[in-house]
């Protein structure tokens, strides 16, 4: 009886006013293992294309198939206000981490598909609960909790490209199986650090019905923004290494390396973006990021080699900045009911995300790479009059 009373005792506790780093920084060490293993996707995208004799459209049409269980993101979420999901965020890296190391052990583009969306089922149970658990741990610092959450996770995308081609270099692409131990053992460590710490976000049930009214107001401003910057995002996260080797004539390290420069950056981004905007708001934050990024990618485009590096910094440093201010964002305005509202907007974002990986595909088969990259750069303009109809709030922080 008192095992179980002290039990429920943990599984309620409130809300913290302080700012536990300890736990953030272990939910992010696990969001860093967990997306260096989903970042394998796209370096292993020219070889997969290779294997399977497909086209663009169809070759970045397999990332779609991660998306998908998007759509489980809500109702994770409305759980997760509810009830705890601590062992969804445990269990995520080492499940993930064995799915996408095994991609190279079949041979048909049905398998190739089923493997990447049972593995995006396992980034949907980590991703929806995970940030609403970060936002609980940081007080009345959202903003730099989710940057933390954040850079971890672009830190994990900048290590796995070069993880993933360097188990191609030293097992082919068949061992790459080997690679997924690593997983298992942060699962370990996170179950050590995390398994009598509740993942609720609320001492009081969460309903939709309470909900709802401020789902209609906000997530339709965000789902634009979302909607006309995804052609810029899934251009350079998905079809960078496709860019570098079939426009740019670059090798597959040399792919791989663009993309880990741009998610390297993207640290830096996330890390930055976040936290400032806890101090000068988050729409004026968010505006100067969705204006400067597709003016950066349009240069990276058009500009002379040379200068590739740094505009590769430049817009990892824009194009992945905005992440973690739309994170915060949800988080301000959903204070009772975070995993629900962090559900929707990972839903709405992976969906989005897959409609733009597969209208990229179908512009590059059509016109090439780079009309594509530039189609998704001007698109991504029309963000800015959704800026506008954000609701403003004050900086939470002196």
């Given at each position: 009886?008192?095992?179980?009373?002290?039990?429920?005792?943990?599984?309620?506790?409130?809300?913290?006013?302080?700012?536990?780093?300890?736990?953030?920084?272990?939910?992010?060490?696990?969001?860093?293992?967990?997306?260096?293993?989903?970042?394998?996707?796209?370096?292993?995208?020219?070889?997969?294309?290779?294997?399977?004799?497909?086209?663009?459209?169809?070759?970045?049409?397999?990332?779609?198939?991660?998306?998908?269980?998007?759509?489980?993101?809500?109702?994770?979420?409305?759980?997760?206000?509810?009830?705890?999901?601590?062992?969804?965020?445990?269990?995520?890296?080492?499940?993930?981490?064995?799915?996408?190391?095994?991609?190279?052990?079949?041979?048909?583009?049905?398998?190739?598909?089923?493997?990447?969306?049972?593995?995006?089922?396992?980034?949907?149970?980590?991703?929806?609960?995970?940030?609403?658990?970060?936002?609980?741990?940081?007080?009345?610092?959202?903003?730099?909790?989710?940057?933390?959450?954040?850079?971890?996770?672009?830190?994990?995308?900048?290590?796995?490209?070069?993880?993933?081609?360097?188990?191609?270099?030293?097992?082919?692409?068949?061992?790459?199986?080997?690679?997924?131990?690593?997983?298992?053992?942060?699962?370990?460590?996170?179950?050590?650090?995390?398994?009598?710490?509740?993942?609720?976000?609320?001492?009081?049930?969460?309903?939709?019905?309470?909900?709802?009214?401020?789902?209609?107001?906000?997530?339709?401003?965000?789902?634009?923004?979302?909607?006309?910057?995804?052609?810029?995002?899934?251009?350079?996260?998905?079809?960078?290494?496709?860019?570098?080797?079939?426009?740019?004539?670059?090798?597959?390290?040399?792919?791989?390396?663009?993309?880990?420069?741009?998610?390297?950056?993207?640290?830096?981004?996330?890390?930055?973006?976040?936290?400032?905007?806890?101090?000068f708001g988050r729409p004026s934050v968010l505006g100067w990021l969705l204006f400067i990024s597709p003016l950066l990618a349009?240069?990276?485009?058009?500009?002379?080699?040379?200068?590739?590096?740094?505009?590769?910094?430049?817009?990892?440093?824009?194009?992945?900045?905005?992440?973690?201010?739309?994170?915060?964002?949800?988080?301000?305005?959903?204070?009772?009911?975070?995993?629900?509202?962090?559900?929707?907007?990972?839903?709405?974002?992976?969906?989005?995300?897959?409609?733009?990986?597969?209208?990229?595909?179908?512009?590059?088969?059509?016109?090439?790479?780079?009309?594509?990259?530039?189609?998704?750069?001007?698109?991504?303009?029309?963000?800015?009059?959704?800026?506008?109809?954000?609701?403003?709030?004050?900086?939470?922080?002196?």
């Amino acid at each position: 009886m008192d095992q179980t009373t002290t039990s429920q005792n943990v599984e309620e506790t409130a809300v913290p006013d302080t700012f536990n780093i300890g736990q953030i920084f272990t939910i992010a060490g696990g969001h860093f293992v967990h997306d260096t293993y989903s970042a394998f996707i796209a370096p292993l995208l020219p070889l997969l294309q290779e294997r399977l004799a497909t086209n663009y459209a169809v070759t970045g049409s397999l990332a779609i198939f991660t998306q998908l269980p998007s759509l489980l993101n809500p109702l994770i979420g409305y759980l997760a206000d509810r009830v705890s999901l601590r062992y969804f965020i445990i269990l995520a890296p080492g499940i993930t981490a064995t799915l996408l190391s095994s991609l190279g052990i079949v041979n048909s583009y049905f398998m190739v598909a089923l493997l990447l969306f049972a593995g995006g089922i396992s980034i949907a149970a980590f991703h929806a609960p995970a940030p609403a658990m970060i936002g609980r741990m940081a007080g009345k610092r959202v903003g730099t909790g989710m940057s933390i959450f954040m850079a971890s996770g672009e830190l994990g995308r900048t290590l796995g490209p070069i993880v993933a081609v360097a188990g191609v270099g030293w097992f082919g692409l068949e061992g790459m199986w080997r690679l997924m131990f690593v997983g298992w053992a942060v699962t370990a460590v996170l179950y050590y650090r995390l398994h009598d710490v509740s993942a609720r976000t609320s001492t009081k049930p969460a309903g939709l019905e309470e909900a709802w009214p401020q789902i209609r107001r906000i997530f339709p401003v965000l789902g634009w923004i979302m909607l006309m910057r995804t052609g810029l995002v899934v251009a350079l996260t998905t079809y960078l290494p496709l860019y570098m080797q079939d426009e740019v004539e670059a090798s597959l390290w040399l792919a791989a390396a663009a993309l880990s420069i741009l998610e390297g950056a993207g640290v830096a981004g996330a890390l930055l973006s976040g936290t400032v905007s806890d101090r000068f708001g988050r729409p004026s934050v968010l505006g100067w990021l969705l204006f400067i990024s597709p003016l950066l990618a349009l240069a990276f485009i058009y500009a002379p080699g040379w200068l590739a590096i740094p505009l590769l910094i430049a817009l990892g440093l824009t194009v992945l900045g905005p992440t973690p201010v739309l994170l915060a964002l949800v988080q301000d305005f959903f204070p009772d009911h975070r995993a629900l509202a962090n559900g929707i907007y990972i839903g709405l974002n992976f969906l989005v995300r897959g409609l733009g990986i597969w209208l990229i595909g179908v512009l590059a088969d059509r016109f090439g790479l780079t009309i594509a990259f530039v189609i998704g750069a001007v698109t991504a303009f029309l963000t800015l009059p959704g800026v506008w109809f954000l609701p403003r709030r004050t900086a939470v922080t002196k």
